[in-house]
């Protein structure tokens, strides 16, 4: 019975960190936040440590809750739904860089010697025939000059769904992937992560979303 209770009760403590309008605070970038517990990817016990309020260097954020992300959370091919996350950097300790917030600057990088496989919509460009990973681009806002191509942006993508999609990565668009985008926020990078066809159809709108949600999170001096 003891054990029992005590189940019981971790159980509604979840339950009530998940269902409350509590908030985190920190520091991240050099910007203050007070993020709801939602859109934390962190453990009850997390949440109410006292280290999460110092001054740290990343953050996991869901936006799967959110809805105002319901329009992009369709079926991921076969799988049954795409989800929408983000990890949060400091600018400051990483080498990562990003696209503008806008994704539209233009950005020209090299792919000699890489693998175009060209789809109806998107280009996949793989570093070897035996890769199944890949850089994905919308067609549309890509151009090609020789060994050179200039797009918006770029996002790093991998099959999901077993060997199934690894062994059409290749062949079809129709596959279930996971894709990470890097867009500059302030004095941090914003690792995006959707499937691959919520990149090509939505990638500034989901951009323009997430932006959105940050902004209304900064603590103002």
Same mark, same amino acid.
Request: glycine share 4%; aromatic share 10%; with cysteine.
């Given at each position: 019975?003891?054990?029992?209770?005590?189940? %019981?009760?971790?159980?509604?403590?979840?339950?009530?960190?998940?269902?409350?309008?509590?908030?985190?605070?920190?520091?991240?970038?050099?910007?203050?936040?007070?993020?709801?517990?939602?859109?934390?990817?962190?453990?009850?016990?997390?949440?109410?440590?006292?280290?999460?309020?110092?001054?740290?260097?990343?953050?996991?954020?869901?936006?799967?809750?959110?809805?105002?992300?319901?329009?992009?959370?369709?079926?991921?091919?076969?799988?049954?739904?795409?989800?929408?996350?983000?990890?949060?950097?400091?600018?400051?300790?990483?080498?990562?860089?990003?696209?503008?917030?806008?994704?539209?600057?233009?950005?020209?990088?090299?792919?000699?010697?890489?693998?175009?496989?060209?789809?109806?919509?998107?280009?996949?460009?793989?570093?070897?025939?035996?890769?199944?990973?890949?850089?994905?681009?919308?067609?549309?806002?890509?151009?090609?000059?020789?060994?050179?191509?200039?797009?918006?942006?770029?996002?790093?993508?991998?099959?999901?769904?077993?060997?199934?999609?690894?062994?059409?990565?290749?062949?079809?668009?129709?596959?279930?992937?996971?894709?990470?985008?890097?867009?500059?926020?302030?004095?941090?990078? %914003?690792?995006?992560?959707?499937?691959?066809?919520?990149?090509?159809?939505?990638?500034?709108?989901?951009?323009?979303?997430? %932006?959105?949600?940050?902004?209304?999170?900064?603590?103002?001096?």
């Amino acid at each position: 019975m003891k054990i029992s209770s005590l189940l %019981l009760s971790w159980v509604l403590a979840v339950n009530l960190t998940a269902c409350t309008d509590a908030k985190k605070a920190f520091s991240l970038g050099g910007s203050a936040y007070q993020v709801p517990a939602d859109y934390l990817v962190i453990s009850p016990s997390s949440f109410e440590s006292t280290d999460f309020d110092d001054n740290i260097s990343m953050v996991a954020l869901t936006f799967n809750n959110d809805k105002d992300f319901s329009d992009y959370m369709e079926p991921n091919s076969w799988l049954p739904g795409s989800s929408i996350t983000a990890i949060l950097y400091a600018r400051e300790g990483t080498s990562l860089t990003g696209f503008s917030p806008s994704l539209s600057s233009l950005v020209e990088f090299s792919v000699d010697g890489e693998n175009i496989i060209e789809f109806e919509n998107s280009y996949r460009i793989f570093q070897g025939d035996t890769r199944i990973s890949w850089q994905a681009l919308p067609k549309s806002q890509a151009s090609f000059d020789g060994d050179k191509v200039t797009a918006k942006w770029v996002a790093d993508c991998i099959p999901l769904g077993g060997m199934r999609g690894s062994e059409q990565s290749h062949e079809s668009i129709d596959i279930p992937t996971s894709c990470k985008i890097n867009i500059e926020y302030r004095n941090s990078i %914003l690792r995006l992560s959707t499937s691959e066809k919520n990149l090509l159809d939505n990638a500034e709108k989901i951009t323009a979303l997430m %932006l959105q949600k940050l902004d209304s999170w900064r603590v103002h001096p």
